[in-house]
C-alpha cells in the first residue's frame, strides 16, 4: 500500500512539473521585457496608478492565470494595442522570473 502511494505521489508530481514547465511557451523573454519596461512599467512602480508590479510580485501560476483568466481587469484598454505574440512575450518574461522560477528578477 506504502508502494502504491509512492508511485501515485510521485506521477502527481510529475504531472504538475509537466504542466507548469508547458504553461508559458512561445514567448519572447527578451522581447517581453523590452515590452514591460516600455509600456507598462510607467503605470507600475510605487506611487502610481497601477501599484509596484514586477515579475516578483506573482508566482508562475498566478501570471499564467492573470494571462488566461484575469486578464487587466483594472484597465482592460492597456492591454489592447499589444499583439497576441507581444503579450505572449511579457507572459514570457513574467514567468520566467517569477518568484518561484529558478531566475526570479524585478525588471530594474
Partial sequence: MKRISKIIACL???????TSALAAEGGNPKKG???YKKNCKVCH??????GALTPLSKTQRQWDR?????GHKAAPEAIKSFSPQDL???QQFL??????????ETCG
Fill in 12 to 18: 502527481a508530481i510529475v504531472a504538475l512539473a509537466a
Fill in 33 to 35: 521585457k523590452y515590452l
Fill in 45 to 50: 512602480v510605487a506611487g502610481a496608478a497601477g
Fill in 66 to 70: 492573470f494571462f488566461e483568466k484575469d
Fill in 88 to 90: 505572449k512575450d511579457i
Fill in 95 to 104: 514567468y520566467d522570473h517569477a518568484a518561484d522560477s529558478d531566475q526570479p
